[in-house]
């Protein structure tokens, strides 16, 4: 903020392209390096610059060209415009008295060659003067004042005589030099290329660009000619000689197939003509194997290996399970699933399985309509933790141990296999797959199930090396399957569930 008493002049302008649209850039006002003001103890130095708004708009506040004390005096503010896209942009003149406190560059901007690069003082006119002089009357009453009696046309006076030419005088001495002139505006351009005298002249060097004349001359660069081809004159003499005979033949020579010892182009052997397998058969029935990216057979393609005369999930009804639950012995107490505890079981799947139910071993569910306010979860994730299949939320699961044929003892303590059906059908590529289940509402007794031996986190069935996979792991405090899962935050040992996959 410039003190009050320095004079100040506010400078506005409003840029536009043709159709409208706000240009960029800024304008700068420049007034000589240093201005000092005695009167107000301040010196001003620097040029003023102010960037276009969104508008395409500026306004800036400097002090007036006539500022009382100021020192140097009789200067002018040189202006010049840097707007974005204007290919010549502008540099000029301007005075900004006092007596005008507002200006807009557009109404002194020397557009027109014949307009003054400064802003008009208005002073009195004729008729303010003739007021402050004492004359009473309207504007009108004083300019017929100013018109007075015709007078009489005076006589014509007599012809003066020529007067005598005199001679020519000699010419003066040589006045002294001038003192040099203050710097004119800067210019928008500084230099080209480095060149920064008046008038720049670039040779192609300074462009990095070829000279003309290295068109077609010696160690310059080659001419194309009318078709886009080096001309015949410019290309290198052939170091060899004539053809004098193509396999035995002269003149003008038309091989055949038999000419050179090749069948005709419409002869074509089948693999079979050459003693080979058809790409056909790669992967296919009574075909050949293919081989992955690691060399291996795919597990596709390998037939399915059972055990002679053992037990397996497929002779019980299931697809695959996480254990075999024969081997898994009876803890010293009943153990209830866990409100909100995610069980994991492992699953190993060695060819392409359809399923579309997981499978949990029960030892003592009665049913939905016992047990109403149960809610359920079930789903299977991949190797890497992501959810490929889910159940979505289950509010009515059939008691256990109720098939045909199922003996009193597990018919009546509702002992056996509790189906959980999935939103869809899936087909397990081979690897290493989770069962999940999970109470995600009721009671902490509400779900018995049988488990492997006691809770222990040396649970028997996280026995492995290599990478990691924990066959019996669980999450607590969910309320619902997660997208994904990471067993490392996990928990091992906490009563694992015996689950299965089956399709039905």
Known sequence: MLPENIPTVTVTARYLSPDGTPLTGSVTLRAPAVLTFPDSDVILGGPVTAQLD?????????????APGMDPSGWAYVVTEQLAGVPSNRSYSILLPREQPQVDLADIAPTDPTKP?????????????AIAGGFVG???????????AQGTTGATGPQGATGATGPTGAPGPKGDTGAPGRDGAPGIVQSVNGKSQAAVVLVAADVEAIPLAAAGAAGGVAQLDASGKVPAAQLPASSGGAVESVNGYTGIVHLAAADVGAAPASHTHTAAQVGALSTTTRGTANGVASLDASGKVPTAQLPAIAPRNMWTPTALGFQAWSCDPAHVSNPATLKGAVVQRLYMSGINITEPTQVNNVVVFARGWAGSAAVPAARFYAGIYNEQGSRIATSGQVSNLPEAGQLPGTAPGAKNNHIGAVPVPLTAAITLQPGRYWAAFLLSAGSAQDFYYMHVQNEANSAPANFFLGSAFQRAWCLN?????????????????LDPAIMALAMI
């Open 54 to 66: 969104a508008t395409g708009a500026i306004s800036v506040t400097v002090p007036a060209t006539d």
């Open 117 to 129: 690069t400064y802003v008009a003082v208005r002073g009195d006119s004729a008729y303010e003067v």
């Open 138 to 148: 309207t504007v009108q009453q004083w300019l017929a004042s100013l018109v007075g």
């Open 477 to 493: 405090s969910q309320t619902s399957l997660p997208a994904t899962v990471d067993q490392s935050a996990g928990e091992v040992g």
